[in-house]
Structure formats: structure tokens, C-alpha cells
């Protein structure tokens, strides 16, 4: 069926999922490249387009789930690409260091899952809102960074 096909293609960022070995970072690899694409934006714009991932993702994970029969799958990676646009948004697109900071902490707090454990929500809910809680933290972390430097 077309929106199984469609609803498995958004979920796992067109195939991604698929990579045999880390699928969450090739994930955030692909929202690396969703950014690239958006980061001339204004902010207006970029958390608007974030925020409609956002939902797509509740809704496709959500689909992806009862398709899949199993709670976040692997293969599902379409929250890493909204958490990575999160996580890098109003990030300058010529600060490349900060970028690979910003990456960095976007993984580190993925895969830690600090407190509160947001996966336990329901459905899509649960597979998306810990990598936007990821991404809400990696974007204090680089802009914590940038503030502490700017003091010295």
C-alpha cells in the first residue's frame, strides 16, 4: 500500500534506517544535511519547518510502529533529524567547529537519555520527544559554550 510505503519512508529518512550499524547517528547525519539546507534561513521560518518534522515524526513513528510491530524501532530515524535540527537551530552555518560541537552533544545526549525519560510517552510521542529533549539540551550546550567564551 502507497501510505505504508510513504509512512516507512519518512520514519526511517528515506532508508537511512536501514544502514546496518548506527542508524540514530547516520540519522543525524541526514538532519545534518536538512540543516545545511535551512540554516540561511531566519528562525521564524527554520522552527517552523522543526516543528512540522516534529509532528510529521509523531505521526509517522507512530504509523511506523504498528507497521513494524516493534516500540522505537532502529530503523526509525526521523527523530534524529528533527532533534539535530533542534539542536543546531540559529547555529551559524560557518562556525564549523561549533557545528561539530553542536553534533556531538545532540549523540551524547540521544544515546545517554538524561532524566526525565520522555520515550515513555505514547506512540510517536515516546519516539520523538527524547531526541527533541536531546536537542533542546545540545542547543544550551552550544550557546552555554559561546556565552562562556564571550566572557573571557
Known sequence: MVKNRVVIGIATGGG?????FA????????????????????AIP????????VLLGVWASTEAEQLLGQKDASVIVIDEVAGLLIALWGMPPDR????????????LFDIVKPWPALERLPRGWGVMMDDVFAGVLAQGGWRGLIWFIGTR
Not at 16 to 20: A, Q
Not at 46 to 51: F, H, W
Not at 96 to 107: H, P, Q, S
Open 96 to 107: 564549523y567547529l561549533l557545528i561539530v560541537f553542536g553534533f556531538g552533544l545532540f549523540r
Open 23 to 42: 542508524p540514530g547517528t547516520f540519522g543525524s547525519l541526514l538532519g545534518l544535511v536538512l540543516y545545511a539546507g535551512l540554516a540561511a534561513l531566519p
Open 16 to 20: 537511512v534506517g536501514y544502514i546496518p
Open 46 to 53: 527554520y522552527g517552523a519547518v522543526a516543528v512540522a518534522l
